[in-house]
């Protein structure tokens, strides 16, 4: 939240506005994309180094899953791993 802050001047109330806004605002957008690759660049490199069958992700940010979901899934791709 405090991205899309810093990017639109806006206060969101929650990260289920953002959610919301995902369609018609370009901030929005890019937040969710950083959610996506972020996590993705982090943890590329150890589910190579020790050659994972699994990744489980879990806790409130799945619920938005089915939006940072194949960002994740395609930046994991790009840096080698299978998916």
């Known amino acids: 939240m405090k ?7 806006r206060k969101a109330t929650g990260e289920k506005e953002i959610l919301e806004n995902f369609e ?15 996590p ?11 050659n994972t069958d699994l990744l489980v ?3 409130n940010v799945i619920g ?3 939006i940072w979901g194949k ?3 395609k930046s994991l791709q ?6």
């Open 71 to 73: 960002i994740f899934e």
């Open 57 to 59: 992700i879990g806790g």
């Open 3 to 9: 991205r899309y802050t810093r990017k639109t001047g």
């Open 78 to 83: 790009n840096h080698g791993v299978q998916i």
């Open 24 to 38: 018609h605002d370009p901030a929005a957008k890019e937040c969710f994309i950083e959610f996506g690759n972020n």
């Open 64 to 66: 938005a899953y089915g």
């Open 40 to 50: 993705a660049e982090f943890s590329a490199p150890w589910l190579k180094a020790f």
